[in-house]
């Protein structure tokens, strides 16, 4: 009689995470869908969406799967608070839009650090999954096309105020009484210079995974040598001409020469 071999620890684990689980504290089972926690948050669906394993062409592929779904799922919440970033700032209530601005700051950081567990991948085991992706591309990516709309929304809204304030742009740093102004375009500014961060990730991912050349093309054809110039480009091209504006009208004198004693300033004693 043929002997029939025993599983391995692997695969009984493998088993046991097909669920489900019996949770002592509560004296219930998870992982049925019966549970208010899994109804609401739909946890059934949600894990389904991932390859089963069975048909994954690599342990990896969750991981790289999971991580480009999570990335839709935050860009989808970016793209609904610039919106509501929107209807605060039409409305003047500029606390409520700097709250909002630095939550969508926080929320372009963790993009980010997703990206780095992609990271992980290694080149050759990317070549694997590459070949199931077909001519899939981030330009088809429907949050990352939504964030550009919000974001041109937002850079509109802030148009908006600033000329029901009867401010221009390249006033806000040299008139006073515009603090409340400023802090808000620097918020933006803060997000701008995260999402930037979150495409120049992306591209060292790139440059990791397939290498950047002109010899290199993405799965949708375009060189990866292109992608140098679109994570260069703001969101809010506004406010950074602001800068190179006021570097242009910049003027050495009245500053203090290197290493020269400085006379006391105004309403400070000597």
């Known amino acids: 009689m043929e002997d029939i071999a025993e599983?391995?620890?692997?695969?009984?684990?493998?088993?046991?995470?097909?669920?489900?689980?019996?949770?002592?504290?509560?004296?219930?089972?998870?992982g049925r869908g019966e549970l208010d926690y899994e109804k609401?948050?739909?946890t059934p669906e949600l894990l389904a969406l991932q390859t089963p394993p069975e048909h994954r062409v690599s342990p990896d592929e969750l991981m790289f799967q999971a991580v480009h779904q999570s990335q839709e799922l935050w860009l989808k919440?970016?793209?609904?608070?610039?919106?509501?970033?929107?209807?605060?700032l039409d409305?003047?209530?500029l606390w409520e839009a700097s709250a909002r601005l630095e939550r969508v700051n926080r929320m372009a950081r963790t993009l980010t650090s997703q990206l780095g567990v992609l990271e992980t991948l290694t080149p050759e085991t990317y070549q694997i999954i590459r070949r199931s992706l077909g001519n899939g591309s981030g330009q088809e990516s429907p949050g990352y096309n939504a964030v550009g709309l919000a974001a041109q929304g937002l850079e509109e809204a802030l148009t908006r105020l600033l000329w029901r304030r009867g401010v221009e742009p390249a006033v806000l740093y040299s008139r006073p009484g515009l603090a409340d102004l400023k802090r808000l375009c620097e918020q933006l500014l803060d997000y701008d210079e995260s999402y930037q961060l979150w495409l120049y990730t992306h591209y060292q991912l790139v440059r990791r995974t397939i290498g950047v050349d002109a010899s290199v093309k993405a799965l949708d054809g375009i060189p990866t040598r292109v992608l140098p110039g679109r994570m260069m480009k703001p969101l809010f091209p506004v406010l950074w001409s602001v800068r190179v504006e006021m570097t242009a009208h910049w003027r050495r004198e009245g500053g203090h020469a290197p290493g020269e004693p400085?006379?006391?300033a105004k309403g400070e004693a000597s």
């Open 7 to 30: 599983p391995s620890h692997v695969e009984l684990l493998r088993r046991q995470l097909r669920g489900p689980w019996h949770n002592m504290l509560l004296d219930k089972w998870v």
């Open 77 to 88: 919440l970016l793209a609904h608070e610039c919106v509501e970033t929107v209807g605060e």
């Open 91 to 93: 409305q003047d209530q």
């Open 40 to 42: 609401y948050v739909r």
């Open 262 to 264: 400085r006379a006391p």
